[in-house]
């Protein structure tokens, strides 16, 4: 049996015997975690399963180690990293900083450096265009918010 | 850890190429010094790199260890060549032995200029890397506009 649903404030219900109480006595019925997400409290900024927040930070954090491999270019012994992109970044991105792994596949010279310009070239142009669009849509969710707030009446 | 992490990474690679570059130029200048205060001919230097953590704090070096990555590059070291100069026949030279030849620096100016080409290409790569990554919290400061 469910709690009774709590009225607001538990002001005085003023009975009008004429009118039905059109509140309902009970709880809305329980959304599914779909459903929160799509009609939850933060959906303009992480609605649709896209956390765009936690895909900025994982671009930031890759532009970081491919800084790395860069600086390292002519390290001796020094591995190319990469982080992976996690599937789900809802669940990975809470709590954890992704990590980074050495890069497999790459030729490794004299020096036991593996550190492949032109891919680290490519890298850092494509986080920059990929950083690009996600910072453009996660804006106009934010002009969305403010639209809303300022009742349409800017932008 | 942040884009603010990335330029200090990019910058510890420039400071580590400058220094290269640096030793190079400082060879090539004495490709030709036959004496110097600690006796014999001038000697090649070159700059040894190790992978260095670039956190400014002690939490933050941690937290990039404990996350696998982002190293800066240093200087761990400047070796100095040890093989024998090269003898050159200059009776002349107050520098010579007693055989007449003089001991010169086994230094390469050929190989010093693509040394130093390969630096200026490294400190161009970091620089890049800087202003990308610098474009990129211009454009999350624009989030806000």
């Known amino acids: ?155 | 850890m942040s884009l603010f992490g990335a330029i200090a990474v990019s910058a510890s690679g420039m400071e580590a190429q400058r220094i290269r570059a640096e030793l190079i130029t400082e060879n090539l200048a004495n490709a030709e010094t036959t004496s110097t205060p600690g006796g014999g001919p001038y000697r090649r230097k070159d700059a040894v790199f190790t992978t260095a953590a670039s956190g400014s704090s002690f939490a933050g070096t941690l937290a990039e260890i404990a996350a696998g990555g982002s190293q800066g590059v240093a200087v761990s070291s400047i070796v100095v060549d040890q093989s024998d100069p090269e003898r050159r026949y200059l009776p002349g030279s107050p520098d010579a032995d007693a055989d007449g030849y003089v001991a010169f620096p086994k230094i390469n100016p050929s190989e010093e200029m693509v040394d130093l080409m390969g630096t200026y290409r490294s400190f161009e790569a970091n620089v890049a890397a800087i202003s990308t990554v610098k474009d990129m919290i211009g454009r999350s400061l624009d989030l806000f506009k």
């Open chain 1, 1 to 155: 049996m469910p709690a009774p649903y709590p009225r607001a404030r538990n002001l005085p219900i003023r009975q009008n015997p004429d009118v039905p109480d059109l509140r309902p006595d009970q709880p809305p019925e329980q959304v599914s975690d779909g459903d929160r997400i799509a009609i939850g409290e933060n959906m303009p900024l992480a609605g649709g399963g896209l956390d765009l927040g936690s895909y900025l930070t994982y671009l930031a954090r890759r532009q970081e180690v491919v800084a790395s491999n860069i600086a390292n270019a002519d390290t001796p012994g020094y591995k190319t990293r990469d982080v992976e992109m996690p599937g789900d970044f809802t669940s990975v991105f809470a709590q954890f900083t992704p990590m980074a792994a050495e890069v497999e596949g790459l030729t490794t010279r004299n020096d036991g450096n593996n550190v492949s310009m032109d891919r680290e070239a490519r890298l850092l142009a494509e986080n920059d265009i990929r950083f690009n669009l996600a910072s453009q849509l996660l804006r106009s969710r934010i002009k969305g918010i403010r639209s809303a707030i300022e009742e349409g009446r800017s932008s």
